[in-house]
């Protein structure tokens, strides 16, 4: 009696019922259990200890990480009963907020392991030297030195991968605390083709027509009014220059609000196309970027081109806007 009594009291925590629900779908470690569970690191680490002390959870190390999963046997051993119980209760829960935001959580770690090319324990998958970054970092190769300006920089991650074939690249955000991560970044990373420079979306501290692309990444749903932000983006271009958008398509996520002040639930395809063409740009292309079964966030990609032409493009840039 005394081990039931512990085993649902185990249980009756919340936060353990989704660990387990999470657990039930894949094996993952603590870092992304973090993230898909919105609790800190202690935490998580302090319910899976609970959980594995009573054997409902077993640990794996592979490769310098720790992941969790299911223990193999509960399901087939005397615990087979609670186990029906617990898969008829997520079941039933499958509509609730809280577990439809764990899963778009969930979703979204598989898309990162998906596009970091991680095996994950399948040796078949298991390719050396594979990854996006190399890849990006490729085509970098292929572009000519131009100025960018990336609006809503953050902690600066993007920004220098940027800097890796631009002239210049101007790191811009609203938060001081932000950008001052992103200088020390770069600092270990001895950039120093980066300007950092506070500013909004709205009004952004730069002249007019001082670059050649303006990049706007997962920044446009943070802005009360897109098509100021975009106008304003389109202000600091050279003719010729190119808007780069990278954000959401519509969704139903309403968690993102609270936890990360988004102010718009992604864009339509129509919605974002319209928006690029009304600030003037012509050339207006859309596409999905990344989408992944069963992910409700889906990344479009849009960019239009400011009228006429500048001398920092190169004439293979010209024709090929000229002929698209």
């Known amino acids: 009696m005394k081990a039931a009594s512990d085993l649902f009291r185990l249980l009756a925590d919340g936060t353990r ?170 600092n270990r990373r001895n950039a120093v083709n980066v300007e950092w420079r506070k500013g909004d979306l709205a009004r952004l501290p730069l002249h007019d027509a001082s670059v050649d692309v303006v990049l706007l990444s997962q920044a446009l749903h943070h802005a009360p009014d897109p098509e100021a932000a975009m106008t304003e983006a389109v202000r600091i271009l050279r003719p010729g220059g190119r808007l780069l958008v990278l954000d959401l398509r519509e969704h139903d996520q309403q968690w993102v609000r609270s936890r990360f002040g988004d102010q718009h639930l992604g864009f339509s395809d129509a919605a974002l196309e319209h928006c690029l063409r009304d600030t003037g740009l012509n050339n207006v292309r859309v596409q999905v970027g990344a989408r992944h079964t069963g992910d409700p966030f889906v990344v479009l990609i849009a960019s239009g081109v400011k009228p006429g032409t500048d001398a920092s493009y190169p004439e293979s840039f010209k024709r090929s806007v000229e002929h698209r």
């Not at 499958?94 to 899963?103: Q, R």
């Open 17 to 186: 019922l989704r660990l387990l629900r999470v657990l039930a779908q894949d094996r993952f470690n603590v870092s992304e259990l973090t993230g898909i569970l919105g609790v800190a690191q202690s935490g998580v680490s302090r319910h899976l200890g609970l959980l594995k002390d009573a054997g409902l959870v077993s640990e794996q190390r592979e490769a310098g990480y720790a992941y969790y999963r299911l223990a193999d046997e509960t399901r087939t051993d005397g615990q087979a009963p609670l186990w029906a119980l617990l898969d008829a209760h997520f079941t039933a829960s499958a509509d609730d907020s809280s577990v439809l935001e764990d899963e778009a959580r969930l979703q979204e770690v598989r898309r990162h392991r998906k596009e970091n090319f991680e095996t994950h324990g399948d040796v078949r998958q298991l390719v050396p030297g594979r990854s996006w970054a190399a890849w990006a970092r490729a085509l970098g190769h292929l572009l000519p030195p131009l100025d960018v300006a990336d609006i809503g920089c953050g902690e600066g991650y993007l920004t220098l991968e940027l800097a890796r074939w631009a002239r210049i690249v101007y790191g811009i955000d609203r938060s001081d605390q932000v950008l001052e991560q992103a200088k020390a970044l770069a």
